[in-house]
């Protein structure tokens, strides 16, 4: 990419802004999309701006292309009251812009500018930042579009941005205490073994005594750590990353593993719950706004980043299609519990599934924020049984050779 300085008339005033290309071409392309171009000339690119692409080039190699949630919420809040004000769409983007200060937002958004005043709509200018602003923004964007309340549908937007910071908030409080706790269980195994074990060692290979298991265990761990620790993190590392290129490339790879993760202890609960209530609270809006069922499964199953659970609601959207009721199309996934099933049979006998669906996502909202709640109790006994075998590991390992040369010894 190379670095253009374009001098440009917008709105009447004279602006310098600066653009990243491949050619001069595409970079006056881009800066008439901004405005009257009154001179564009290649510069030399800053140190800071050959910094940040190196870091937007690691962000997208190891994944992490997703924008902060918090700022993400400022930024869709403001658009939607100014939107509700009645403020233009251009105006709108342009203060948001100006107050954020996540730089990847502010060119999404500067970007969102030049694609509305050329004739595009909102929703096709952030499709193209569909992976940093996620598939719940493009729903909730898309759905204002076609039913023309753009600006409570980003209002809305928020408060389910604001719910998904607030979720993930809890969680982080609630393994907050449990992962420090075994994380300096670990290291302080892990520096036993290093600074101890070998002491031990010399005087066991001294007296020629023979080892039990727990103490060859610890040898072993010794040898591995003081010799291959840094080839160990470097494997894991590696190993991690292929992982992630795998899922991402191998269609395969990422359902089975959607598949198996929601089957874990708690773990499997909580995104469950999660992803359930997302997609009945998305799902009840898009019935409230009156987008024909099978596009509202479709739409409200896309937001969904589980690929298992948005296959079987694909397939469940099929289903519909082929005439099938929504409550058989639900329960041939396998996803609900029958209460949740009855309950939308019970709001199409009715003729309210919006209100019906949005009391499920209530239902799912409550029982997420109970297993957030209860989530350190339960996941204490696994956490004491590990931490019960390491601290029986360490203490076997070093104690028991220590009672047979005393025995040994008493026995002469």
């Known amino acids: 990419m190379k670095y253009f300085e374009a001098k440009l008339i917008v709105r009447g005033k004279k602006e310098v802004r600066h653009l990243l290309a491949e050619t001069k071409q595409e970079a006056m392309g881009i800066a008439q999309g901004a405005g ?33 949630v918090q700022e993400l919420t400022v930024v869709v809040r403001q658009i939607g009251v100014m939107l ?44 193209r930042h569909e992976a940093a602003l996620g598939h719940i923004t493009m729903a909730m ?58 002491k031990f060692q010399s005087i066991f290979s001294r007296l020629g005594a023979d080892l039990p298991v727990p103490t060859q265990i610890l040898i072993g761990a010794e040898h591995l750590l003081s ?11 590696g190993v991690y ?18 598949r198996y993760i929601l089957k874990l202890y708690l773990v499997g609960d909580l995104m469950k719950r999660g992803f359930y209530g997302r997609f009945m ?54 996803l609900f519990e029958p209460m949740v099933l009855q309950m939308v049979r019970s709001g199409e006998s009715s003729g309210e599934l919006d209100t019906m669906l949005g009391r ?14 209860n989530f350190s109790a339960l996941l204490e006994p696994i956490l004491m049984a590990v931490i019960a075998a390491l601290v029986l590991l360490i203490a076997l390992g070093i104690f028991l050779p220590m009672w047979d040369i005393s025995s040994a010894a008493m026995g002469r």
């Open 281 to 334: 609270l998305i799902f009840s809006e898009l019935i409230r706004s009156g987008i024909p069922l099978t596009e509202a499964m479709e739409t409200a199953g896309g937001t969904i980043e589980n690929s298992y659970v948005k296959q079987q609601l694909a397939d469940a959207a099929r289903g519909i299609e082929q005439g099938k009721s929504l409550s058989v199309a639900l329960e041939e996934t396998g």
């Open 84 to 127: 509700n004000a009645g403020i233009s769409m251009s105006d709108a983007l342009f203060e948001a812009a100006s107050s954020t200060e996540d730089k990847r937002l502010r060119a999404i958004v500067q970007q969102a500018i030049e694609d509305v005043e050329a004739g595009q709509s909102l929703s096709q200018s952030f499709s």
């Open 227 to 237: 010799n291959y620790g840094l080839w160990i993190l470097a494997g894991l590392f």
């Open 360 to 373: 499920i996502a209530d239902y799912y909202k409550m029982r997420f924020n109970q297993l957030v709640d």
């Open 241 to 258: 990353v292929g992982v992630r290129k795998l899922l991402e490339r191998s269609y395969v790879a990422r359902l089975n593993f959607d």
């Open 141 to 198: 964007v898309t759905l204002g579009e076609k039913t023309g309340t753009l600006a409570e549908s980003m209002l809305k937007l928020a408060d389910i941005l604001e719910e998904l910071r607030d979720n993930r908030t809890k969680i982080k409080k609630a393994v907050r205490m449990p992962a420090i706790s075994l994380g300096a269980m670990v290291a302080a195994f892990v520096v036993l073994i290093l600074l101890v074990v070998p």
């Open 36 to 68: 009257m171009v009154i001179g564009l000339k290649e510069r030399a690119m800053p140190l800071a701006v050959r910094a940040e692409q190196l870091k937007e080039w690691a962000l997208e190699r190891l994944g992490s292309r997703a924008l902060s």
